[in-house]
């Protein structure tokens, strides 16, 4: 071939390759700077059905504390409204169980208790795995969260998601009829005097009281025994926190066991004769409690877009802070403020955990021990 012949072959197949090249370049987009990553493709496609559901449907705790730290901070922030019904634990774990039987699939979310989670909702299937909800990155990332993780109550891992704790004190004193420090084991209450001045949350529901008794059932410095012996002084049994602690204040009893830290808490900042024994004393120490502090979310959730939405705004500090605040206890998140609590309610490590299953399964066994002691 001739030279210049070569060469002409030479330029063409040259021009052939660096057409192939521009056009494959032209099929074949590069990445943009501004291209979203996979969480918020996804969460902007359930804000965006959320907002077309319109509302999220929520049990929660009762009073108007939880009711507003539930509801106004989301709706101001997402523009959906919040549908709430408060209760205790029992009560609205009866109510979704007769809903929900009926073919009633009213509610979306359930934030409270374990013990109602567990026993009532999980065990009868009515609960999606709240895992499936969590979108956002901070409110996945382990190291936003005491230990290092997000805690599940159940033990599956992935149905019932606690979100705050709490160091139980379980006994509260009147100053002017007890002196807290004299108080160094819940053995002492056994002490005749106290026969008769003693106040208890009643054990035989789910809530403190029957958190506290089964701390007491499970400690092998107390057990069945203690709990026995208890009863033999004649405690008087409610179920009305703020009159529990009202009657204590008025020196109606002397020691009431098992009742709400924060109102006490509160109530001895404004001078009322309220003491809590700080369980750093007592020679058996105290447990962690969640409280309301856990979330599930329900299975044939009307609205599970904006299911989704309000679980994810509830795990983040902000939705985290307005909740530790209203109800008195601790974020498991690390970055929440806890300026609104007492030193000896902040959680400490080698305490027992009143709140997941097998705490729960337990109280089986002491609500036996219960009705045999305190009747029905």
């Not at 509610?107 to 299937?125: N, P």
């Not at 089986?364 to 021990?369: A, E, F, M, P």
Request: charged share 25%.
């Amino acid at each position: 071939m001739r030279p210049w012949l070569l060469g002409l072959v030479l330029l063409v197949g040259v021009a052939i390759l660096s057409a192939c090249s521009s056009a494959e370049k032209a099929v074949t987009p590069a990445p943009t700077a501004g291209a979203r990553a996979p969480w918020e493709e996804e969460w902007q496609r359930v804000l965006a059905a959320a907002k077309q559901e319109g509302k999220v449907a929520v049990v929660g705790p009762a009073g108007a504390e939880a009711r507003k730290a539930l509801s106004e901070p989301f709706e101001k922030k997402y523009g959906i409204s919040v549908e709430f019904i408060g209760g205790s634990g029992s009560e609205m774990g009866a109510r979704l169980k007769t809903e929900r039987s009926a073919g009633q699939y009213l509610w979306d979310i359930f934030v409270g208790g374990t013990t109602t989670q567990i026993e009532t909702l999980k065990k009868s299937g009515g609960l999606d795995p709240v895992t499936s909800a969590l979108i956002l990155p901070d409110v996945t990332e382990p190291k936003n969260w005491r230990g290092g993780k997000v805690e599940f109550a159940d033990k599956d891992g992935k149905y019932v998601l606690v979100f705050t704790t709490l160091a139980k004190a379980p006994i509260f004193v009147n100053s002017k009829l007890a002196d807290p420090k004299e108080l160094k084991s819940y053995k002492d209450l056994l002490n005749p005097k106290w026969q008769g001045k003693i106040l208890v949350h009643d054990p035989r529901v789910s809530g403190p009281g029957q958190a506290s008794f089964t701390f007491f059932y499970q400690n092998k410095e107390l057990g069945p025994d203690f709990i026995r012996s208890l009863a033999a002084q004649k405690p008087d049994l409610q179920r009305d926190s703020r009159q529990e602690l009202d009657w204590l204040a008025q020196g109606k009893y002397a020691i009431l066991v098992a009742g709400s830290d924060f109102t006490a808490a509160t109530l001895k900042k404004e001078g009322v004769p309220i003491e809590v024994v700080d369980h750093r004393q007592l020679k058996e120490k105290s447990y962690l409690t969640s409280g309301n502090g856990s979330v599930s979310l329900l299975n044939k959730a009307p609205h599970p877009n904006a299911a989704k939405v309000f679980i994810n705004w509830l795990l983040t500090k902000e939705g985290q802070t307005e909740f530790a605040r209203a109800q008195g206890y601790a974020s498991r998140r690390v970055d929440v403020p806890t300026d609104h609590l007492e030193s000896w309610m902040l959680p400490e490590e080698g305490l027992w955990v009143s709140y997941d299953e097998d705490a729960v399964e337990l109280k089986d066994k002491v609500g036996t021990l219960l009705k045999e002691v305190f009747g029905d």
